[in-house]
């Protein structure tokens, strides 16, 4: 399969997901990724706001905001497929819906965080594989912006075990994770 048929069937999967089983396996991923070292050592750490039926953030980000964390979250530029990372102060007053439906920071409260500065990015995407590739909706997004963030911070993907596959394809300007936390297991990159 290539990486646009992958798209398809994983979203169809995520689709006809209950809202019962995101909820569960959201809390047992979330769990698992606040045990790690890596977030436990972090200060400044970006993170998705989730959408439809993704691993379920927002109580996470809660969280780390009050555990002390600086919290930094996406806003995409539709026009250059670019992300700006921007700290998120409060969920409740920062945030509204974008036109896609997804949340995102108000245009007035983006307070834009340079890449150099964060110690480790919480990915979202569509599919993996043991060889810790990713496959996300098909602009590129978190290549480009991973491409810019420094050699010692980790990328974390959370995802549900089905989105773990033996194999997909992957090119040049694709970013490896360091790990992939589903309910399941915790992959971990070898290299
Ligand atoms: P996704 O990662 O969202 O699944 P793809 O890997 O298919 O999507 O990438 C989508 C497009 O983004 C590709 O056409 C690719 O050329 C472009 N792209 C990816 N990374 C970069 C980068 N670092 N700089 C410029 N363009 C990039
Ligand atoms: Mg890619």
Do not use: C, H
Request: net charge negative; aromatic share 10%; glycine share 4%.
């Amino acid at each position: 399969m290539d990486k646009k048929e992958i798209r398809k069937v994983i979203s169809k999967r995520r689709k006809s997901m209950s809202e019962n089983e995101v909820k569960e396996k959201s809390e047992i991923i979330i769990d698992k990724l606040m045990n790690t070292e890596e977030f436990k050592k972090a200060k400044n750490l970006m993170v998705f706001l989730s959408f439809d039926n993704e691993v379920y953030t927002f109580d996470f980000i809660e969280k780390a905001i009050s555990m002390g964390k600086k919290v930094i979250v996406p806003y995409t530029v539709k026009e250059t497929y670019e992300i700006i990372p921007t700290l998120l102060k409060n969920i409740e007053e920062d945030l509204e819906v974008s036109t896609y439906g997804y949340m995102e920071p108000k245009k007035d409260k983006i307070q834009p965080i340079l890449e150099e500065n964060i110690d480790m990015t919480v990915v979202p995407g569509l599919a993996f594989d043991e060889k810790m590739n990713r496959i996300g909706f098909g602009k590129g997004y978190y290549d480009r912006y991973l491409a810019k963030t420094k050699k010692e911070s980790k990328n974390i993907a959370i995802a549900y075990d089905y989105q773990v596959l033996e194999e997909i394809p992957s090119e040049d300007f694709d970013v490896k994770m360091d790990y992939i936390i589903t309910e399941e297991k915790i992959y971990k990159n070898a290299e």
